[in-house]
């Protein structure tokens, strides 16, 4: 994926991604550049939560483009356009049920749902810390899919599987 172009909203930069879907067709998404001020807010809506299953392209095309947001500053925020954190934490525990900072995700998930309150925005950090489709160098994962020593693109591809059979 290329920069496709800048833009300035407010005084927030952004630099515009090639699609970060599995479907080369996707609008492109926002990711971070360097803020038009002083560290003004820093914001990422990207499909970071990955609902559906990929429709077009390849594993290995969606893993290249989601690999970028490792990248991205860890306070960055992401504001994914829908809200499907408690559905996802609780298929992300069955690739990774001894991930500390997931099972509290997972909790958090839960209570807030319990009082209708999103789970969002988050931070580019948590998502690196919770999320299994940014997460496979994770060696529990790779363990659990039977995938140790496997590339990367791989074994994301197989907990994408895994995520549309759930």
Known sequence: MKVQNRLTCLTLGLL???????TPRAQAAPAPAQ????????LV??????PKPMFEGTPQQMWTSLSKYRAVPDE????????????????????????????ARAVEAEELAKKRQPALPTTIERELATNPF??????????????????LWEVFGETRRRKDKF
């Open 76 to 103: 960055t925020l992401v504001y994914c356009a829908h809200e499907y954190t408690q559905s996802n934490a609780r298929f992300a525990l069955t690739v990774e049920p001894g991930n500390a900072a997931l099972q």
């Open 35 to 42: 803020p038009a001020a002083a560290d003004a807010g820093k």
């Open 134 to 151: 940014l997460r496979p160098s994770s060696p529990e994962i790779q363990k659990r899919l039977g995938m140790e020593g496997r590339e």
């Open 16 to 22: 515009l991604l090639g699609p970060p879907q599995g």
């Open 45 to 50: 809506p990207i499909p970071i939560q990955l």
